[in-house]
DNA sequence: GAAAATGATTTTAATTATTAAATACAAATT
DNA sequence: AATTTGTATTTAATAATTAAAATCATTTTC
């Protein structure tokens, strides 16, 4: 067999809803229309139409396309679930690096993957081909996909890149006009930053959330298609390492809020050197912890 | 047919060299050996083995392979040309969207481009999917693919993203040891475009080279795998549009070679302030000529 | 009898063939 | 004349197929 028929299947159910809100005897309407309302080519259209006629649902003559019964829930067809998009795929595949220490070098199985996540072979093909670009998998020659891995190596550049970008950020951030929306979303933020740390002992587990929600804020001021995709994964990681390493959780996070203070109070004062000052000071025990992270991990 | 014999024919080929060197009579050396020479599996080792035996120019018995008859050309195999690379199927597309001015929300034939690039689908569809982490193309949502565009838009994004990157390479530069290579290498950069602006009516066209052994040099101090993966695409792009922009090349190569001159200098000086003012200078100045060439392109 | 080499089998992945779906075009009906 | 339907063509997703690699078991040789 070639492609599945689950295009079909879907539209003709959705037909089966159309003729179930019509009268008997009542006219379907035309092909482009049913095409149009069900978001589909006429190609499927006409097969489900068929379909129909034969379970004699409809009487189908020419143009006429006479509903002869109401349809129950016996004619429905059944669905294959719906594949996982990219970025569940995404996401599946970082936990999986990270929470296995899956190590430099491994040869990936597209097809033993493709099962575990339940995804076609050829779309996680695709998908790797797509990380190859950060370098985070390798195209063998003979054939095949290492993963060039999660090293040490790795978390440095990316975290040195890291730094990069945000620092841009937040130069841009200390050029925009008092009026700009971005001062109040930062002092609401500081807000939040103080509540967290009020009740540290009870909700510490919500740094991580705001941790990203913050970031998130702060690169929200560049607008590049470029850096934008390089922060997806940024982020992507970053949020992994802290959902799985929970040594001295609550004293990192303790740590990260102030830093994160002295980062929003240096930015809303307008104090240029003291805002890099900040960020450097955050990005660097950041990227130290992300790097003793690893080293843990491998360890334990 | 399934998957070609390519390797095959080219491991036969390098058999039939190793028969070539021996003596009639001799032994050849064991399959392990011969695979590890050929740098190829054992399963090819012995397919190619048979097919000698085959064409009666071993005895094969057992563990015994005695060459009957020193092979001649009448016995090499044809090969099917080698496959364009990666890195050569990259340029080809760049160059067909520049050179053809395809406009963005182009759908992308897959089938078409394959056999116009002379590549496999499948391989095409890996390359793109890797493209569109830079936003160069989308996958639509049925399927297939559109080309999100060499817009004005991408050019700005471009642009700023390479001036960040650009501008951190110098803030790097300047904070290397005296004693570093780079600061040798910058001089004979330097006196590489006195030379050129001496001989500039007569070799302006040599620039678009220079210009990029400049950048490389700049941004070689950057150990940064997401960096360097991030220019390896700004300056395929830049260089394409050098090449095919040639209205006033001469005064904007001139211009331009007193733009790097005194960002060298600056940088040479360790005039930080300098240094990033050059900086600026040049890639607002090389930004505007892109999207200039840009427009004109869209109109002539 | 241990090491090395070969033979057979299983697993993996690249490519082709096949089929679903989309699109384009021609004919027919109102 | 404007829709609507019927037919043919094109495109692309997946499964089947086959080359190649990897693994395991057996045999040979020293």
């Given at each position: ?20 809100n ?12 049913l ?5 589909v080519?006429?190609t ?6 068929h379909k ?6 409809i009487?189908?003559?020419g ?9 129950d ?13 990219g ?13 296995f ?6 040869s990936?199985?597209?097809a ?10 050829h ?13 985070l998998v ?13 090293t040490a ?11 990069v ?7 841009h ?12 979303k ?5 807000k ?7 009740d540290?002992k ?5 740094f ?11 690169n ?5 298609r ?26 990192r ?13 240096a ?16 990005l660097?025990r ?15």
């Amino acid at each position: 067999m070639a492609r599945t028929d689950d295009r079909f299947r879907s539209a003709y159910n959705k037909l089966l809803d159309i003729c179930t809100n019509m009268e008997v005897g009542g006219q379907l309407p035309a092909e482009v229309v049913l095409a149009e309302r069900m978001e589909v080519s006429r190609t499927i259209v006409r097969s489900a139409l068929h379909k129909l006629d034969a379970e004699n649902l409809i009487l189908w003559e020419g143009r006429r396309k006479t509903l002869v019964k109401r349809p129950d829930k016996r004619h429905r067809l059944s669905q294959s679930e719906s594949l996982p998009t990219g970025e569940e795929l995404e996401k599946r595949f970082l936990e999986w690096i990270l929470r296995f220490d899956v190590p430099a070098g491994t040869s990936l199985n597209i097809a033993q993957l493709s099962r575990q996540f339940g995804v076609p072979a050829h779309s996680l093909q695709a998908f790797l081909s797509g990380l190859s670009r950060f370098g985070l998998v390798e195209r063998r020659a003979k054939g095949g996909w290492i993963l060039s891995g999660f090293t040490a190596e790795f978390a440095v550049e990316l975290s040195d890149f890291r730094l990069v970008l945000e620092m841009n950020a937040v130069r841009h951030l200390l050029s925009l006009p008092e009026d700009h929306q971005i001062w109040g979303k930062l002092k609401e933020i500081r807000k939040e930053h103080e509540d967290l740390r009020r009740d540290l002992k009870d909700r510490y587990h919500d740094f991580s959330t705001l941790d990203e929600k913050f970031h998130t804020t702060i690169n929200s001021v560049v607008k590049n298609r470029f850096v934008v995709e390089a922060q997806k994964l940024i982020s992507l990681i970053f949020h992994y390492h802290y959902m799985w390493d929970k040594r001295d959780e609550q004293e990192r996070n303790a740590a990260a809020i102030e830093e994160h203070l002295d980062w929003i109070d240096a930015v809303l004062a307008q104090d240029r050197a003291g805002s890099e000052e900040a960020v450097l000071n955050h990005l660097r025990r950041s990227k130290e912890t992300l790097l003793a992270s690893l080293k843990n991990h491998k360890l334990g």
